[in-house]
């Protein structure tokens, strides 16, 4: 078994990727017309999923099996509240320099301030969300 990615299904598929590129600092790594985006970093694989292309565009996709919305129905999924159970995690090496970089960009949503945490190690942090409410924390060298 391997890990392949972690796609994302998304409203506007655009304001995403645009969104990805400018938080990642990197251009999409594959795409896939309008329906889908990749970006592959240092191992990691984020994807974008333009949850309203198969229905407005039920023409081009073939599909083999029994259809089970609950997996396939990429618009009821991009309607679905976020509910954000899952964090997206991105180190960096210096996380002043991150922090200042993503507050300066004016497009990152509910951002906080760099957070510390101590259980078994020292954790500096801070977080803000995607477009579509998904939650991102990045994390990184730090000294106060």
Request: aromatic letters at 14%.
């Amino acid at each position: 078994m391997r890990y392949c990615s972690v796609y994302l299904v998304v409203r506007d598929f655009e304001k995403s990727v645009a969104f990805y590129e400018q938080i990642l600092d990197m251009k999409v790594s594959a795409k896939r017309g309008q329906r889908f985006a990749m970006f592959n970093s240092a191992g990691m694989t984020i994807c974008i999923m333009n949850g309203y292309f198969d229905r407005e565009h039920s023409d081009e996709i073939q599909r083999k099996g029994e259809y089970i919305p609950a997996f396939d129905a990429m618009d009821n999924i991009a309607d679905c509240e976020n509910t954000r159970k899952v964090f997206i995690n991105i180190g960096v090496d210096d996380l002043r320099a991150e922090y200042d970089r993503i507050r300066h960009s004016n497009i990152a949503n509910e951002l906080t301030e760099i957070r510390f945490i101590q259980y078994s190690s020292p954790y500096w942090y801070f977080t803000f969300t995607d477009p579509d409410g998904n939650p991102i924390e990045i994390t990184g060298g730090y000294t106060e």
